[in-house]
Nanobody
Framework: QVQLVESGGGLVQAGGSLRLSCAAS????MGWFRQAPGKERDFVAS????????RYGDSVRGRFTISRDNAKNTVYLQMNSLKPEDTAVYYC????????????????WGQGTQVTVSS
């Protein structure tokens, strides 16, 4: 059983930065998704189990960076140049391959952490 616990969300002004963390047991590909009220859960970023490859959603590429420290069993999402449209609940997920971008393709989920970007 893989347990995921996110942390690091909060309120930030547009243009600011936040770093999310996900404590994850096990060695799987990891991903970040987000869900705004009334919208679907969208892919943000993913990373291979060893950290060698990553993938990003179009709306965050160049602003967000996913990384992992397997010695600490932690995955990070560094979010820079935040925009009001980045406001959402952010979820950490674990799955079979970092190439997967559909929420239904990931097997384990954290409880989510709220990120709010004010204009």
């Amino acid at each position: 059983q893989v347990q995921l616990v996110e942390s690091g969300g909060g309120l930030v002004q547009a243009g600011g930065s936040l770093r999310l963390s996900c404590a994850a047991s096990g060695t799987l590909a990891m991903g970040w998704f987000r869900q705004a009220p009334g919208k679907e859960r969208d892919f943000v970023a993913s990373i291979m189990w060893n950290g060698r490859s990553t993938r990003y959603g179009d709306s965050v590429r160049g602003r967000f960076t996913i990384s992992r420290d397997n010695a600490k069993n932690t995955v990070y999402l560094q979010m820079n140049s935040l925009k009001p449209e980045d406001t959402a609940v952010y979820y950490c997920a674990a799955g079979r391959s970092y190439r997967l971008t559909g929420a239904g393709e990931y097997d384990y989920w954290g409880q989510g952490t709220q990120v709010t970007v004010s204009s």
